[in-house]
């Protein structure tokens, strides 16, 4: 084994633990490794470089530009909605729609994209079946990884695809992966509705388990205990506050309150014999005036405290503003509401704590408490930093709430009525991504065009046509840390088959399983292909094992086919850990599932469809 082997195998290892350890970026990570291989002299500037002009980085860029396109003018929705109204209530109709619905989109467009879109939609309708939403959410998302329909389903297609035209081999058409997805959705569908019987809450449990269902505003009011730390404050005339703003009080600082609304009495005609109460939420320019009500959020000592320094005056419980217009805990949802937005993994908000999280500033909405798996945290919330499947719980107007829908790649809005999501008016642009949608489609199918120009002119089409607002909005949908994640992992397999490393592993899975003949190799490539994505990401693995599995194949003498379609499924099919995959990780809070949740589930199912794709593989495309 030469030097430069092992220093690929060393950088391979350093990766992945870092991958594994998950305290550095994802990107950051390749890009490390891309560096060192360059630095080592392994590879050249230019071959280190190469993976940013590689057609499978430039098609992946476009493609979530055009799934953005699909996801804001509303077509994405409209389809989705008015395919489940026909499960009805019954529990089996329901969930085979969801596995379906979700794989068919799944098929087209990024999963995590699909799964964002499908969690407010499949927990509503898991509350209108009356059954548990835990016995949807897990399956809806491995149903994203399931429909492996097109080549464009998930990026390992595509890298499988880009190593046999580097190869010299014919590349796939468009619906190749269409029998071996009809297969493994099929499988998953069966299988996840006995296994899935393992995710529902026992009957003890039922109050915990509605309560993550799509839930009401009073069910949230009181999850997040809103009643017992809401007080109102009223400003007098000698009040510190009358006629200052709230950014420059420096309330949240010194005090560890929030003001949340602010709610003033106006007469209605001159004479002054009807009022009306103008509500409004607190916003770093609201200013105070006299007599003025204030919803203060925080501890009883503390808004006390405040009270005393700053000349206000508490409001007695009992009264109200001109007449009871207050509920649920004192707060009024007619203007004003509430709601839970779960943080995705692809955030900009990750680790940052929530008084830089910007909502107050961008959206003019607040922070009022965050759930993290079963913990509730509502004191100091401006402190804490925010983590991956963080649920949020933010209150703000309505018109405002529904702003944050358009941030699919950074959160979800969850807990929306199903009602409600049915009379979102759809978007006029919705029929032209509708036509680019096709379109695309067409020119990969008929293959006028390479699939990079058909993604390439699809994207231009969105952006030129109007389907987002300006090109800034169009370029927030790419997920630029797959991007470099992608571009900086293809040199590392340029680096293995440089230096033989690629050869070595193939000749020692040929050595070792050879003589048992193609199959079982075969199933050693899917086995450690298998393995190694439960604790990468599938895209990093795909790349590494795509060169590894032509190898195998070349070396036993047979057709390649079998053993990278072995590799894309294998990368695709990771569900026993929440970290494998995105849509994996984006359910687990929506869900409140335990890391053994997936392994109870998720690890007979993948070593099901790993048995299965093991005998169908060498069926479907001959060794």
Known sequence: ????????????????????????????????????????????PAEGLSGFSNSVVVMMACLFIVGGGIFQTGLARMISTKILAFAGNSESKLFVLVMLVTGGIGG??????????MLPIAMSLAMEAKTDSRRFLMPMAFASSLGLLTLISTPPNLIINEALIDAGYAGLSFFSFLPVGLITLTLGIVL??????????KKDDADKANKNSDKSLKQLVQEYRLADNLYRVKVDKSSLLVNKKLQDLNITQEYHVSVLEIRRVKPTSQLGFHKTVDMSVAGPQSIFCKDDILYVFGKFEDVEKMVADKNLSMVDANASEVRSVSEAGGLEFSKIGIAEVV????????????????????????????????????????????????????????????????ETSEWVVVGQPMEKAAKVPLDHKAPIAAVIMVAMVALMITNIVPPVMASILAALAMILTGCFRNVEAAYKNINWESIFLFAGMFPLAIAMNKTGASTLIANGIVSGLGSFGPVVVLAGVYLATSILTMFISNTATAVLFAPIGLKTALELGVSPYAFLFAVTVAASMCFASPFATPPNALVMSAGRYKFMDYVRVGLPLQIIVGIVMVFVLPLLFPL
Not at 7 to 34: E, K, M
Request: glycine share 6%.
């Open 108 to 117: 087209f467009v990024s999963n995590t994209g699909t799964v964002a879109l």
């Open 192 to 201: 996840l509705w006995y296994l899935s019987k393992l995710l529902i809450t």
């Open 343 to 406: 943080l995705m993994s692809t955030s900009k908000l990750i680790n940052k704590p929530v008084r830089e999280s910007g909502f107050r500033q961008l959206y003019n909405v607040n922070i009022l408490g965050i759930q993290r798996q079963d913990e509730y945290i509502l004191h100091d919330v401006k402190d804490v930093k925010m983590l991956a499947g963080d649920v949020l719980l933010v209150q703000g107007q309505w018109d405002n709430i529904d702003r944050l829908n358009h």
């Open 1 to 44: 084994m030469t030097t430069e082997i092992l220093i690929v195998f060393a950088i391979i290892v350093l990766a992945a633990t870092f991958f594994v350890w998950g305290i550095v970026r994802s990107d950051i990570v390749a890009l490390c490794a891309l560096v060192s291989l360059m630095l080592f002299g392994i590879l050249t």
